[in-house]
Nanobody
Framework: QVQLVESGGGLVQAGGSLRLSCVAS????????MTWFRQAPGKQHESVAT???????TYVDSVKGRFTISRDNTKNTVYLQMNSLKPEDTAVYYC???????????WGQGTQVTVSS
């Protein structure tokens, strides 16, 4: 079993920054891609940023140039640096990790990010 624990969410004014962290623990053989998703009230679940095991990254268009995803494989941790935050970035942010050879997806419990205007 694998556990993902997010941290770093909070309330920030528009234009501000937050850094989210997600630590994976448990029976980890190999962590493949790690992704940050978000879900805002009344909106669909959205993939925000993904980083592969080798460090390749992809972003949804709405966050390009503002958000940066990174990972530390020695710590089984993925980060999301969020700059120039906008009210429309308000959402619960979830960490996802694909683990093992199959691979199997695991999810964190989510962390709330609220951006005030």
């Amino acid at each position: 079993q694998v556990q993902l624990v997010e941290s770093g969410g909070g309330l920030v004014q528009a234009g501000g920054s937050l850094r989210l962290s997600c630590v994976a623990s448990g029976s980890i053989f190999r962590i493949n891609a790690m992704t940050w998703f978000r879900q805002a009230p009344g909106k669909q679940h959205e993939s925000v940023a993904t980083i592969s095991n080798s460090g390749s990254t992809t972003y949804v268009d709405s966050v390009k140039g503002r958000f940066t995803i990174s990972r530390d494989n020695t710590k089984n941790t993925v980060y999301l640096q969020m700059n120039s935050l906008k009210p429309e970035d308000t959402a619960v942010y979830y960490c996802n990790a694909l683990v093992g050879l199959e691979p199997i997806p695991y999810w964190g419990q989510g962390t709330q990010v609220t951006v005030s205007s």
